[in-house]
């Protein structure tokens, strides 16, 4: 899909541990994003990314840390994982900022559960 | 804040349209957005429409934006099963940076 790769696809891991997510994406775009999807919920923004090294947090920041050394790879680190961040991690990817008309491109997601 | 809703559920019958609505709030919304989520896939784009617009047509698809009611519909003409899957409305605003996702209608379609 568009180039992004998620991984790992899926992940059990226990409560307190670190987990690091990674995305890579081959579309050489200035955007990348990370959401989590819930139910009742939908997508909602954790991080973002607007170049190497340039991030911002989104509306569910709080838990997360991200880091965009490469073009290509935005890493989501969870330094220590709690039940709540169980969920579905989506990466995206866009050439220009949000709402525009180059839409952004989702990668096929990455399963958390934290037990 | 902003919001986007939707609907939960929609079941129709193969070969029938389907209607899937959107409602939202930012009345400076630049483009809107339907994405097509499939069991275990990612969000996958299937049409956007720029706020100016009221109507964009894309082989089986149709997009309706009525902006005074800051209301957006997707019709899918002649549905067939392989369009059972989760639609996501979501609204942008470039002026903002702001990209805001509805939770999703689940389209059932039965033969």
């Known amino acids: 899909d568009a180039g992004i790769t998620q991984s790992p696809r899926h992940k059990v891991t226990e409560t307190g541990t670190p987990v690091t997510l990674r995305c890579h994406q081959t579309e050489n775009h200035r955007y990348m994003y990370w959401y989590r999807q819930d139910p009742g919920h939908g997508l909602r923004l954790i991080h973002y990314s607007y170049g190497v090294k340039d991030t911002d947090k989104g509306e569910v920041s709080d838990g997360y840390s991200v880091s965009r050394s490469k073009t290509e790879d935005f890493l989501l680190t969870l330094e220590s994982a709690t039940s709540s961040q169980t969920s579905v991690y989506f990466c995206?990817?866009?050439?220009?900022?949000?709402?525009?008309?180059?839409?952004?491109?989702f990668g096929d997601g990455t399963r958390l559960s934290i037990l | 804040g902003e919001d986007v809703e939707q609907s939960l559920f929609l079941s129709v019958r193969e070969g029938d349209s389907s209607v899937i609505n959107c409602t939202y709030t930012?009345?400076?919304?630049?483009?809107l957005y339907w994405y097509k989520q499939e069991p275990g896939a990612g969000l996958q784009l299937l049409t956007y429409i720029f706020s100016n617009m009221d109507m964009k047509q894309d082989q089986r698809l149709t997009v309706l934006l009525n902006k005074k009611d800051k209301h957006l519909s997707l019709r899918i003409a002649d549905t067939q099963t392989g369009d059972s899957a989760i639609y996501f409305c979501a609204e942008g605003n470039y002026n903002t940076d702001k990209l805001i996702f509805g939770t999703g209608t689940r389209l059932q379609v039965f033969p």
């Open positions: 930012d009345s400076s919304s630049t483009y």
């Open positions: 995206a990817i866009s050439d220009q900022g949000q709402g525009g008309n180059q839409p952004q491109h």
